[in-house]
């Protein structure tokens, strides 16, 4: 767990910045020739990676065979997708985070709610698979699982 709420840490290595040394360090383009559109992101002094690109996570496409119409009625669509993500700033008691959305049949998330933050990799990891298991022993049926966005 981080002691210093207001640190920052890098998502490819897990370097731990206090965020007055997280402000100083050196910014990189987010896109090339495009500084005035996007800005700069900063870039980790241990690692040299950017932050806020490419950070940890997992997703899990989950299509549902029977739906429980009582969990979302104004969204009776069978794709939820579960994401949970290495946030690099401590959220709601935790530096990780599971949301779940409803995905309609355009591909849109029509729907989104948080499930739980942690503090380690590990309990992210072991929440993700809880809570894709828990929907999937409700509402049944698992397809894909990545490891990465
Ligand atoms: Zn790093």
Redesign the pocket.
């Known amino acids: 767990m981080m002691s210093d709420p207001f640190a920052v840490e ?1 998502s ?4 731990q910045y206090s965020f007055d040394d997280y402000i100083k360090l050196k910014k990189r383009a987010v896109k090339q020739g495009q500084v005035e559109k996007y800005g700069y992101n900063p870039v ?1 002094s ?4 950017p932050f806020h690109k490419n950070k940890w996570c997992i997703t899990t496409d989950i299509f549902l065979n029977n739906i429980d119409k009582r969990l979302h009625p104004k969204y009776p669509q069978k794709h939820i997708w579960v994401s949970t993500v290495h946030l690099e700033f401590y959220h709601h008691g935790g530096i990780y985070e599971t949301m779940f959305f409803v995905i309609d049949q355009k591909g849109d998330r029509v729907y989104s709610e948080m499930y739980k933050h942690y503090n380690t990799k590990e309990d992210a990891t072991l929440g993700h698979k809880l809570i894709c298991s828990k929907i999937e022993k409700e509402k049944k049926l698992i397809i894909m699982m990545k490891d990465a966005c």
């Not at 490819?12 to 370097?15: A, L, P």
């Not at 241990?46 to 990676?49: E, G, M, P, S």
């Open positions: 890098c490819h290595c897990g370097s980790c241990k690692c040299n990676k």
